[in-house]
């Protein structure tokens, strides 16, 4: 591309011209002592707790102490060129980030500056990375299905918009993978996704980019990478910058869902920030108010009430646990401000039951009342069933004689773990995951071999859509399973099962 | 009022331990409390004679106060000695509560604090003023006179040359700072004009290129 050099002259000219220098009004003061991504300030006489200020070299920092005699600053970027003695400005402003349309599809750091090389973010608009979340009177009772595509979630642990619905489970057991096939489902849906990584990996963030990218899902998605080489004050503020970003969206009206990936490193890098400031430590050495660092934030997720738009912040926080152990410090704290967690457990993932879901302890308070009413029909007594059948499969390993009844409920539970089996990236739409289920509570798949459940699954999917399609189409519409089309799906599925028994 | 020199005791880029000027606030502010109304001139005037003529003359005094083999009695009796007679009655025990306290290494701070403070309550502050060039006296006094009016106090005037301003005034006020130099105008269009113009040329591309061309 060529450019007129002319024309660019005239608009710097004009700039130039109609530029009128302020005197700047500043506080300032003096770094008494920098290091570990903190530094410590004398002077600024007037600042402010939280508000934003200015070293030599441009870097931002945040006022997180004040002390007596000085002022403790959380340093939001490069360190090492700031020295003793430098001189600090306060900016009379919050820490914020650019949000709004001009974000989505991008990736950027926790202060929305682009990582991703398309550009800078051009944005008219900002909002404070930390904002009071919603008060009551501006809230509604979560109503509307969030559907993560997941049949396990979908049926047992459903999620509402505006829910807060935390994933938990020791590392390698799926956690990432959950939240993306649940963005991933998002396609077309209207809802803006968030994903916050905070403290991983930057080889398995490009990774995460890569499947978004892939699967059509960087259309609606805002990545904030806060990779674990950063300072430790980029790693505390990525997940209040992810809500802020979503927030903008969720006033707008419109439904948005955050991911933050991952809560408990978060922690970790926070505990390093307040133990360098010198707060005094607590349990396992985090600060005393790290239970207020996570509610804040999750407080931010709401339903929002019909006059101020209805718009809705789902999030998604997930937490790694050590051993298995959710009794420690951070992981009982986000259990208690969450609405229900889906528990990961690895001796399932290595079973080769994926997603790892452990559906006995995982819950979901409030996100029933959002689940649509074919798949509440469906779906149940399944936990009930699925329950029943653990208990007997530890009686029936003990080798003793079944009667026929017992062998039965045996059978079908094989076939009902087998069927709530799903690989990555392949969510489900919720009608067919409600034929699905149907089928496998009801018994339609139970001359099926176990092995071939997943099989059995795709076929009779692909034959209801392709020669019954009505009856997809009518759970779709009206998103209930009533009697009329009940007896629609019995007749599809006895057709489909003897249509199968006779291929065998 | 003080002059003006007598404040350089320290080099300005050497910055105070923030520790230690908040003690020596405290002492400074109980002295001046102590001092009989309409006196506090006299009193800091023996204060910064005892530091001039006393302390930096002879070093070894100064060494022997400052010592930590000397013991705090010994430090005491010496104090007493030198000052009997010759000193005012509450610079004396000010000396001896110091040493008591082992305070006597914060005696220049101190009396830097006495200054601040005496002339906080005679409603004057020190404004330090950086220029690019050196101001005339004339200058000086017109600024004096205009700050006087714009501040809530009496300005005391420090002033300063720094080349690297380019031009204008950069006025400090205690923490506060009004800059209206040229170096910061320069940055403050350069700001504008990337934050600006990149703005615009991304917006309307075709404006600014040939449509030929690319």
Do not use: W
Request: net charge negative; with cysteine.
């Amino acid at each position: 591309m060529k450019f007129k050099a002319d024309e660019i002259a005239s608009v710097i000219q004009r700039e130039i011209e109609d530029f009128r220098g302020q005197i700047q009004t500043s506080e300032v003061g003096r770094v008494l002592e920098v290091g570990d991504g903190i530094a410590r300030v004398y002077g600024l006489s007037d600042a402010m707790a939280g508000e934003m200020v200015e070293f030599p070299n441009g870097t931002r920092g945040q006022v997180f102490n004040l002390e007596e005699n000085s002022v403790g600053v959380i340093i939001l970027g490069d360190y090492l060129t700031i020295s003793e003695g430098d001189e600090v400005k306060t900016t009379g402003a919050l820490l914020s980030v650019p949000v709004g349309n001009a974000v989505i599809g991008r990736v950027v750091d926790p202060l929305g500056n682009p990582l991703d090389g398309k550009g800078p973010v051009i944005s008219n608009e900002t909002r404070p990375v930390e904002m009071a979340a919603p008060g009551v009177a501006a809230r509604q009772p979560v109503k509307q299905p969030l559907q993560t595509g997941i049949k396990a979630i979908d049926a047992m642990t459903p999620v509402g918009r505006g829910q807060r619905e935390l994933v938990i489970g020791d590392r390698k057991t799926g956690k990432t993978a959950i939240c993306l096939d649940t963005i991933i489902n998002q396609k077309g849906q209207d809802v803006v996704c968030v994903y916050v990584a905070c403290g991983q990996r930057a080889s398995t963030t490009a990774g995460v980019i890569e499947a978004l990218r892939a699967h059509g899902a960087m259309d609606y998605t805002i990545v904030v990478s806060s990779p674990s080489s950063d300072p430790a004050p980029m790693q505390y503020i990525a997940p209040y910058a992810g809500a802020a970003m979503a927030e903008y969206f969720m006033y707008q009206g419109k439904h948005t869902l955050v991911i933050y990936d991952d809560l408990s490193k978060q922690a970790t890098a926070y505990r390093q920030l307040s133990l360098l400031m010198r707060r005094p430590p607590g349990r396992e050495a985090y600060p005393g108010d790290i239970f207020y660092a996570h509610s804040r934030l999750l407080e931010r997720a709401a339903k929002l009430s019909d006059e101020l738009g209805g718009g809705s912040m789902t999030a998604l926080p997930i937490i790694e646990t050590l051993q298995g152990d959710v009794s420690a410090y951070i992981p009982t704290n986000v259990i208690s401000i969450t609405d229900g967690q889906i528990y990961l457990e690895p001796d399932l993932f290595f079973a080769g039951i994926r997603p790892a879901i452990n559906v006995g302890i995982s819950v979901s308070r409030v996100g029933g009342n959002a689940q649509t009413k074919a798949m509440k029909k469906v779906a149940g007594s399944l936990r009930l069933d699925l329950a029943a059948f653990r208990e007997l499969e530890a009686f029936a390993q003990l080798g003793t004689e079944l009667d026929k009844a017992t062998q039965a409920q045996l059978d079908r539970g094989y076939r009902m773990v087998e069927l709530l089996k799903q690989p990555q990236y392949e969510p489900l739409h919720f009608a067919d995951q409600v034929i699905t289920i149907y089928a496998g509570t009801k018994g339609y798949l139970d001359l099926v071999p176990v092995a071939q459940v997943a099989e059995a699954e795709k076929e009779m999917l692909q034959f209801i859509r392709e020669q019954h399609s009505e009856v997809r189409e009518a759970i779709v519409t009206t998103g209930q399973l009533d009697d009329t089309t009940e007896q629609k799906l019995k007749s599809a599925l006895e057709h489909f099962k003897t249509q199968y028994a006779r291929k065998q | 009022m003080v002059d003006n020199a007598e404040l350089q005791h320290r080099i300005s880029s050497v910055m105070d331990d923030p520790g230690a000027r908040a003690l020596a606030h405290v002492y400074g502010e109980a002295y001046l409390n102590a001092i009989p109304e309409g006196q506090v001139a006299d009193y800091l005037e023996e204060f910064e004679s005892f530091l001039s003529d006393v302390v930096e003359k002879f070093p070894e005094f100064s060494q022997a106060l400052l010592s930590g083999m000397v013991s705090r009695d010994n430090k005491l009796r010496l104090l007493q000695q030198v000052t009997e007679g010759r000193a005012s009655e509450i610079f004396a025990s000010f000396l001896q509560v110091l040493a008591r306290h082992e305070r006597l290494p914060l005696l220049p701070a101190i009396y830097r604090q006495c200054l601040h403070q005496q002339e906080l309550r005679t409603n004057h502050q020190r404004v330090q003023v950086t220029s690019a060039r050196t101001l005339s006296e004339q200058s000086l006094e017109s600024l004096t006179q205009k700050l006087g009016a714009a501040l809530p106090f009496q300005p005391i005037i420090e002033a300063r040359v720094d080349p690297s301003l380019i031009g204008g005034l950069h006025i400090r006020v205690g923490d506060t700072v009004y800059d209206g130099s040229l170096r910061t105008r320069l940055k403050q269009l350069q700001a504008r004009l990337r934050e600006r113009s990149s703005h615009e040329i991304q917006s309307g591309r075709n404006r600014f290129s040939h449509s030929a061309g690319n």
